[in-house]
């Protein structure tokens, strides 16, 4: 995606845009203006690790995440500040959060559901049950086998006890 440096206009493309780190694409807003197109410089959305997340963007995230009724974080350790805060934001307004991540997360503690396996699997299965159909890839991904195992955990109101649930209790 690449963003207007004038207008703030956002151009979504086919194509790889071909810079990262919010650098200028050498592309020129065709946007229309007070005086007809705008021509303000194009730079991409792309952020490298260095960069501040935008403050406007960011300012968005923030007031989504309160409305949210469901965050969830799928793959991610969520240790990435201030993106990995913004799901306790919808807890804190009486949203829920279901975390999928391989390993633990530090908010494993806070979260309504965890689920720790492969988020592809796990979306796969939640696609199934949905009924929606998943696109095939152009190409097989032969980094790993597929597997369809997981676990959860899930936080019951049992007092303070945490019921481990297997991969057969969510469906």
Not at 90 to 102: D, E
Request: include cysteine.
């Amino acid at each position: 995606m690449e963003k207007c440096d004038k207008c703030k206009r956002e151009y979504v493309r086919e194509r790889v845009v071909p810079t990262m780190g919010l650098k200028l694409t050498g592309g020129r807003c065709v946007g229309g203006g007070a005086r007809g197109r705008c021509r303000g410089r194009l730079r991409d959305t792309v952020l490298d690790w260095e960069d501040e997340l935008p403050v406007e963007e960011t300012e968005r995230a923030e007031r989504h995440a309160r409305c949210a009724d469901l965050s969830l974080c799928l793959g991610t350790t969520l240790q990435i500040l201030p993106a990995g805060k913004l799901p306790l934001l919808a807890k804190k307004n009486g949203g829920s959060v279901v975390i999928c991540n391989l390993q633990p997360t530090k908010y494993d503690k806070k979260a309504d559901l965890i689920i720790h396996g492969y988020v592809d699997d796990v979306m796969t299965r939640v696609m199934d049950g949905l009924g929606i159909p998943i696109p095939s890839p152009d190409c097989p991904d032969s980094r790993r086998e597929k597997s369809h195992e997981f676990t959860t955990a899930k936080k019951t109101k049992l007092g303070k006890h945490t019921r481990q649930q297997s991969s057969e209790d969510v469906t």
